[in-house]
């Protein structure tokens, strides 16, 4: 598919859930009819080396080494007792979390930045919160398309790829990745993978 069709396909917003005006959240993973995306970039299903690991210990490694690194930023990690274990590309998601992570303190001068796990029946959720500049809802959906960067508050050096790529490899997971965001209060990242049990690697 082209970019520009994709593009378009994805500037579909919904409604906050709690009805709260400033707050918009977009999911991504879907094209309006339907139709998933995944396969559109360079990583596909296939090309994934999948093996179970913990998701909880590797967001505590993660936000540990940026805690080492950044002074100004009060790094929080909440997982519930007995976070399931998921069977994913360890190295994908690691690079997708650590985007989340390093956007949240390039995008903030500051406070918390809040790494957070849930599940659910079929999913895992990670989610990162941060309290910076925020994201006007009407660019929310291009923050995950190809070079998208915000012109205009002072932003750090980067490509504007991040996000990008971060989708694509949670979608080629058949996961999907979504932003909240209330300009002046701060962003939520968030992404969610298919909770894979030994089914799924095949073993049963
Ligand atoms: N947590 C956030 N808060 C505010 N704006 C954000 C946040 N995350 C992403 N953005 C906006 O979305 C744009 C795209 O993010 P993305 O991670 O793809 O690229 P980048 O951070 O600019 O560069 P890089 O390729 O180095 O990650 C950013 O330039 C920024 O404008
Ligand atoms: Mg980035």
Known sequence: MEQQALSEALIAETPSPNGSAPSTRVPLGELEDGQRVQGVYAVRERELRRKEFDLAAMAEGIVGRFELQHDGHKFQLSFPDGFPRVYADPDKIEQVLTNLVENAVKYSDGGAVTVTGQVTDTEVEVAVRDQGVGI?????????????????????????????????????????????????????????????????????
Do not use: C, M, N
Not at 147 to 170: D, E, N, W
């Open 136 to 204: 006007p809802a009407d660019q929310l959906p291009l923050i995950f398309t190809k070079f998208y960067r915000r012109a205009g508050h002072g932003a750090p050096s980067g490509t504007g790829l991040g996000l990008f790529i971060a989708r694509g490899l949670v979608e080629a997971h058949d996961g999907r990745i979504w932003a909240d965001s209330s300009p002046d209060r701060g962003t939520t990242l968030r992404f969610r993978l298919p909770r894979g049990g030994l089914e799924l690697a095949g073993i049963t």
